[in-house]
């Protein structure tokens, strides 16, 4: 069965670059979230878009976008990237609200130095 | 506010050990839905099981068990004769009904030692 697929899986950026985090959903999955992990830490919501329109927003720090277009895949846009934004980002998909659950994708690991 | 709680940071035991996992939630809601993630050492997160707040029943599949108690707000996790594929970071979340976003408790990591 398709998977929720995030790209790039792994990405090393400098401070103050930007990156670009895609993530495409299960087909017919019109829901997707994006949630941050640091090192040892739970996974952190972040936004999420229903329909191509933004649902719910958590803990996004300002120099973080993310949009969801028209084939329902989103991006999760990152500028002037901080030491602290290292982190394991994933992205998860579901079926409108998710109350039959939530597929998450392997994740993209993102390293600043 | 929610919130989920689970007290054990880590748990070692030895293969074919049983071990349970603690999960204490906390939500003023009366639908919410409950769930259990495993993160493995590769670091992707695995669905294990989903309880709406309606569901009390317990459930069972193959070595893994869950008891969900509205009365004491936990729904705790059991696996049976534990192996070392069991190894890894175990993650409870609440969902409020009007809500989009998992709110995760801080993970239990399990090592199963051979």
């Known amino acids: 069965a398709a998977g929720v697929i995030q790209s790039p899986r792994h990405l090393i950026k400098e401070k103050r670059e930007t990156a670009t985090l895609k993530c495409y959903p299960i087909p017919r999955h019109d829901t997707v979230y994006w949630y941050q992990q640091g090192p040892g830490q739970d996974p952190q919501f972040l936004i999420s878009f229903y329909e191509k329109m933004q649902s719910d927003k958590g803990s996004i720090p300002d120099r973080f976008s993310a949009q969801q277009f028209s084939d329902y895949h989103s991006e999760l846009n990152m500028s002037s990237l901080e030491l602290g934004d290292s982190a394991l980002y994933f992205c998860?998909?579901?079926?409108?609200?998710?109350?039959?659950?939530?597929?998450f994708g392997s994740g993209t690991r993102l390293t600043v130095v | 506010a929610q919130k989920v709680t689970q007290a054990q940071t880590e748990i070692s035991v030895v293969e074919k050990e049983d071990v349970t996992l603690d999960c204490v939630y906390e939500?003023?809601?009366?639908?919410?839905?409950l769930f259990w993630y495993k993160q493995p050492p590769s670091g992707e997160l695995v669905f294990l099981i989903r309880r709406n707040s309606f569901d009390e029943q317990n459930e069972i599949s193959g070595r893994y068990s869950w008891n969900f108690q509205k009365s004491t707000s936990s729904f705790n996790f059991t696996i049976t004769a534990s192996q070392v594929v069991d190894s890894a970071v175990y993650f409870c979340?609440?969902?409020?009904?009007?809500?989009?976003?998992?709110?995760f408790g801080a993970g239990t990591t399990v090592t199963v030692r051979a």
């Open positions: 998860a998909s579901s079926a409108g609200t998710g109350n039959y659950g939530y597929t």
């Open positions: 939500t003023r809601d009366t639908t919410y839905y």
């Open positions: 979340a609440l969902r409020r009904s009007n809500d989009y976003k998992l709110s």
